[in-house]
C-alpha cells in the first residue's frame, strides 16, 4: 500500500495562489493514478482532478478547469496541485488520493472517488474574501 501526506496548505486571500503537495511513501507513486478532491464546509466530498500515472492525461472538474493544475514527480514520489486565482467558494479541505486502477477510466466512478483506495488525511485551504 501506499501512505499519502498532504502540505502546502493555508490562508490565502482572494486571486492568489497556493501549492498543494502529495508526499507518498510506502510505495512507488508511479502504478498509480492520483486525485485531488476536496470537500468544502458542510458539503459533500468533490472531484478536483486526476493525473495520469505517466502524467499524460489530466482531468479537472469544471468549476477550477483553467485555474488549477495537477502534476507529479515520479521520481520524488510526489503529486502536486497548483491552485491559482483562488477563489472563497475554494475553501475546502482538500485531500490527496491514490487509485491503483490498471486502466483508469475518467467516469463517474472514479469522479465520486469510489476507484481510489489510498487516502491523505487532508489539508486546509482557506481562501478569504
Known amino acids: 500500500q501506499v501512505q499519502l501526506v498532504e502540505s502546502g496548505g493555508g490562508l490565502v486571500q482572494a486571486g492568489g495562489s497556493l501549492r498543494l503537495s502529495c508526499a507518498a511513501s510506502?510505495?512507488?507513486?508511479?502504478?498509480?493514478?492520483m486525485g485531488w478532491f476536496r470537500q468544502p464546509p458542510g458539503k459533500e466530498r468533490e472531484f478536483v482532478a486526476a493525473i495520469s500515472r505517466g502524467g499524460g492525461s489530466t482531468y479537472y472538474a469544471d468549476s477550477v478547469k483553467g485555474r488549477f493544475t495537477i502534476s507529479r514527480d515520479n521520481a520524488k514520489n510526489t503529486v502536486y496541485l497548483q491552485m491559482n486565482s483562488l477563489k472563497p467558494d475554494d475553501t475546502a479541505v482538500y485531500y490527496c488520493?491514490?487509485?491503483?486502477?490498471?486502466?483508469?477510466?475518467?467516469?463517474?466512478?472514479?469522479?465520486?472517488?469510489?476507484?481510489?483506495?489510498?487516502w491523505g488525511q487532508g489539508i486546509q485551504v482557506t481562501v478569504s474574501s
Open positions: 510506502g510505495r512507488t507513486l508511479s502504478i498509480y493514478t
Open positions: 488520493a491514490a487509485d491503483p486502477t490498471y486502466y483508469y477510466r475518467d467516469n463517474s466512478d472514479s469522479r465520486n472517488g469510489a476507484t481510489y483506495d489510498y
